[in-house]
């Protein structure tokens, strides 16, 4: 993509309505009207080469709908899990953008262009201050990945904080060019507590992506205006294992995973534009 194109495509989306076009795609996804779906289907499988042999279902057919077929489970033996209390998974498949440690209470984007903490956690300053000078990883999800999001290590869930904001793409060309890219676009954060302090997994959403499921309450509706939280402590604490599932994107995006300060090394991670699946060894405690 050649610098005119890229800087087109990047102000096209400034224009478009994202989230109408979004919940558009979303509605056309949960179709099982027999023709929508194996259009939809056998389209994707052709245009991004996807590989449904690890796949619990090989047969594309055989999917109620496009959402079905796009967080398609995988056989048990597909992913191993990386063995060791002190190592952590990698979350997903994808490619990582970037990792390694906080410049204070800022992210490092793309091409030296830094985002706020503080904002992506949406605007909670106590929250933030436990990540400060910590360590993180951005791992990438193209169409063709495979689309659930997994534990990095054992935690139990504190709460979620769900950020409503705009569905930019977070593919390479608008991560370079948009300011604040992950800090603008709606996203849900998960924090939880683990053997060496407080971990957040945060799902970032897309253009097109039609909404982020979790495995504890279902798929996340947006609240345009609001910034809801949902405490988990009580009554029924929610433990996940690592290499459990936490949830998924109906449609593809963006997960990053953040620690505290001490408590984890990322950089001993794939280095950023590396490919990683889900399971493998992503970094490890300190």
Known sequence: MNTLIEK???????????????????????????WIKTLFI??????????LSEACIEDPDRFENFNAFFTRALKDDARPITEGDATLACPADGTVSQRGPLRGSE??????????????????GTLAAEFSNGQFATVYLSPSDYHRVHMPCTGTLRETVYVPGRLF???????????????????????????????????????????????????????PGEVPR?????????VLEKGAELGRFLLGST?????PEGAADLDT????????????AFGHYV
């Open 169 to 223: 793409s977070v593919n390479q060309v608008t991560t370079e060019r948009v300011p604040r890219l992950f800090a603008r676009n709606e996203r849900l954060v998960c924090v939880f507590d683990t053997e060496r302090g407080p971990m957040a997994v945060i799902l970032v959403g897309a253009m097109i992506v039609a909404g982020i499921d979790t495995v504890f309450a279902g798929q996340v509706t947006p609240q």
């Open 269 to 280: 991670a794939a280095a950023p534009g590396a490919k990683v699946r889900m399971g493998e």
């Open 255 to 259: 997960v990053i995973v953040l620690f």
């Open 42 to 51: 056998h389209t994707f499988i052709r245009r991004f080469k996807v590989d």
């Open 107 to 124: 992210l490092l984007q793309a091409k030296g262009h830094y985002y706020s903490l503080f904002e992506l956690l949406g605007g909670d």
């Open 8 to 34: 087109a495509f990047v102000a096209l989306q400034y224009c478009v309505p994202q989230h109408g076009l979004s919940r558009l795609v979303g509605w056309l996804a949960r179709s099982e009207i027999p």
């Open 230 to 238: 949902r405490q988990y402590r009580d009554p029924q604490p929610v």
